[in-house]
């Protein structure tokens, strides 16, 4: 929120416990408590995903990794609805190619096009 506030004068929302709204500019919400607002199972009634974001910033983007995670499957449901995702990580992938999958299918990357064929060059 601070790197924010440094360079805009723009409303911060910061999400906390139930408490959900889209009246800033820019909307914080932790990867704790994301469920909050989105189940994968009633995504009629998701308040994220009627939310209508133009841009996504998933920080520590390592998390989102395992493909059958309820992290993952969050990330997954919220950036088809986006037209501009940024993924932010400053921790190196580990020596695992699969753990980088989710991330370049996250990018549309022609990479993770066909997860069988990514598996078989790269792991």
Not at 2 to 30: H, M, R, W
Not at 32 to 47: A, L, P, R, V
Not at 91 to 102: E, L
């Amino acid at each position: 929120m601070l790197e924010i506030e440094n360079y805009s004068d723009k409303p911060v929302y910061i999400a906390e416990g139930k408490n959900f709204s889209t009246d800033a500019d820019f909307v914080i919400i932790n990867y704790d408590i994301i469920k909050n607002f989105h189940d994968t199972k009633k995504k009629g009634e998701s308040q994220i995903l009627d939310a209508n974001f133009d841009l996504v910033v998933v920080d520590e983007a390592h998390y989102i990794k395992n493909a059958t995670a309820q992290r993952t499957k969050l990330i997954n449901d919220l950036v088809k609805k986006v037209d501009r995702l940024w993924l932010l990580t400053g921790t190196p992938i580990t020596n695992k190619p699969i753990d980088f999958y989710n991330l370049l299918y996250l990018c549309d990357s022609p990479v993770a096009a066909n997860w069988v064929g990514y598996v078989k060059r790269y792991c």
